[in-house]
């Protein structure tokens, strides 16, 4: 008797590398929550064979899977459908399985989500400096846009990224200001001054090493909302800093489970567990530590 889609739960993560992730013990926390039969595997697959594996995973009977770096983009090619918001963020980082591939983006949502539970802030007629033009730089664009935002500057040490953004969220976001500048300490300075919330959506944080990302001075001239997607450090410099300067902040724990859970409802239609979610993350996180 072979496995059926119905009776046991196959989800699973891709991507390259993951021994970072956490979605594992999150998604089978939610599992054993909702008393569902199921698991969670994550397949760290090297990019040649990528095409390969999501054709073969089609003939096995998993309900879902999620897509992590470097395979966002590069999914959407392969999918049978793709959600109205993973077409304009350009990016899918979860499928549901059925006969077909259905590709959605739950990163936006769990970014939304995180921005109003942990930070309390609404981008609603709020300017925002974002930092990194990479993979999950799109996602918080469409957030912020998506929830009003009036000013969304960009930021990446590559230029010619940042203006990629520019390019592809102007023409279905018309209302909202975009604008470019090069990454560092000078150039954040001209537009420091009118904004709300600054996020960190590259890697910088996730050494010890790493420098601050802005001049540490600008957390005492403003009260800025602060959000870095990083959650491993749970405290970057960066929130270390403006914290200690009054400034409100939010690591990237929410968007992570949020966006989990978001998967979760698409693969079983039940609402997820989000609570217990929490709890497994956070323990996973601390035995990572
Ligand atoms: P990515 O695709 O590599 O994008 C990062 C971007 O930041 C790249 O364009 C990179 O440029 C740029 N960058 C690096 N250093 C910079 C600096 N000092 N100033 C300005 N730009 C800089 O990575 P990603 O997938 O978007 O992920 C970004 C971060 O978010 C990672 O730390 C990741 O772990 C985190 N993340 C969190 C969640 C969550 O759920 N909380 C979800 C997704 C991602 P180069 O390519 O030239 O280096």
Not at 139 to 149: F, N, T
Request: hydrophobic share 40%; with cysteine; proline share 5%.
């Amino acid at each position: 008797m072979g496995i059926s889609r119905k009776s046991f739960h196959l989800f699973s993560l891709i991507g390259y590398p993951l021994s970072h992730s956490l979605s594992s013990p999150m998604h089978m926390a939610a599992l054993k929550k909702m008393k569902m039969h199921g698991l969670y595997m994550t397949f760290e697959i090297e990019p040649k064979r990528f095409a390969t594996v999501i054709k073969g995973l089609h003939l096995l009977p998993f309900n879902g899977f999620n897509v992590t770096v470097p395979y966002k983009e590069k999914i959407i090619p392969i999918l049978h459908t793709v959600s109205h918001e993973a077409r304009i963020i350009g990016a899918v980082n979860t499928v549901k399985q059925g006969k077909m591939l259905h590709g959605y983006n739950t990163d936006a949502y769990g970014f939304a989500c995180s921005l109003n539970e942990d930070l309390r802030f609404s981008p609603r007629g709020k300017s925002i400096l974002l930092i990194g033009a990479g993979g999950a730089a799109r996602a918080c664009i469409y957030a912020l846009a998506k929830g009003g935002a009036k000013k969304i500057v960009i930021a990446d040490c590559i230029r010619r990224k940042a203006e990629k953004l520019k390019k592809h969220f102007s023409p279905f976001f018309k209302k909202v200001q975009f604008t470019i500048v090069k990454a560092g300490e000078q150039e954040y300075e001209s537009v420091l001054p009118e904004v709300d919330l600054l996020v960190n959506a590259t890697p910088i944080g996730l050494k010890k090493t790493d420098p601050l990302l802005v001049p540490s001075h600008i957390f005492q001239r403003k009260k800025l909302y602060v959000y870095d997607l990083i959650y491993n450090p749970a405290h970057t410099k960066l929130l270390t800093v403006a914290r200690r300067n009054g400034c409100r902040t939010s690591n990237g724990l929410g968007m992570l489970l949020h966006q989990g859970a978001k998967a979760f409802e698409i693969w079983t239609g039940k609402r997820a567990p989000v609570a217990e979610m929490r709890r497994a993350l956070q323990k996973a996180l601390k035995s990572k530590l």
